[in-house]
């Protein structure tokens, strides 16, 4: 009996310090600091003041939700984290600087369909032909430094978040926002490779 008791101690001793810990990619707060940096860059008309929110709260577990897996929080417990979400640094604003600066010369080309959005969350050249053969090593250039900031701007979100591993599910929402945004007209190449007119 007292055997019986001892393995039933140690087991719920092991059972109890049985906890996983789930922390996973905080899209809504990706979607919202997308927008904010795209609306700069664009210089849109309402994006919110540069710097005004750069941070993002997590989402807060519902008492229900507590209440629902309480049992089995008990008997294994499950630490749910989403990380928060922060894309603010000296280097994202260096990089949305960059971005927003260079933006003017490439919008002339996006709204003549010569560049399109891809589903990488970059520009990429659709039709070399709307382009006079005096600027293509121009748009070229251009096209070339914009998708390396933006990747360095992918990058460095996933840095400062202290998840590396975020880089494609950080530059999959850039793109998926970009397409939302993008104005009547614009070209974007979709995950199969074929371009569509918005």
């Not at 700069?40 to 540069?50: F, K, L, P």
């Not at 709260?57 to 979400?85: C, E, M, W, Y």
């Not at 050249?125 to 748009?139: E, F, K």
Request: glycine share 8%.
């Amino acid at each position: 009996m007292t055997r019986c008791r001892l393995l039933f101690a140690c087991a719920a001793v092991l059972l109890a310090g049985c906890v996983t810990i789930n922390i996973y990619f905080p899209e809504a707060a990706a979607q919202e600091a997308a927008d904010r940096i795209i609306d700069e860059v664009r210089g849109a008309q309402d994006a919110e003041a540069s710097g005004a929110w750069l941070h993002f709260d997590r989402k807060k577990t519902s008492g229900l939700a507590i209440a629902a897996f309480g049992f089995l929080n008990f008997v294994v417990p499950v630490a749910h984290a989403q990380a928060d979400f922060d894309a603010s640094s000296p280097a994202t604003r260096a990089l949305e600087q960059s971005l927003k600066a260079r933006f003017p010369k490439l919008k002339p080309y996006l709204d003549a369909g010569a560049v399109g959005l891809t589903a990488a969350g970059v520009l990429d050249i659709r039709d070399r032909n709307a382009i006079a053969l005096a600027q293509r090593n121009t748009v070229r250039q251009l096209v070339t430094d914009q998708n390396a900031d933006w990747e360095g701007l992918y990058k460095e979100i996933a840095r400062v978040n202290g998840h590396p591993e975020w880089v494609g599910q950080i530059r999959g929402v850039f793109a998926q926002r970009w397409v939302a945004k993008a104005t009547r007209g614009w070209y974007y190449r979709d995950a199969s490779g074929a371009w569509k007119q918005k």
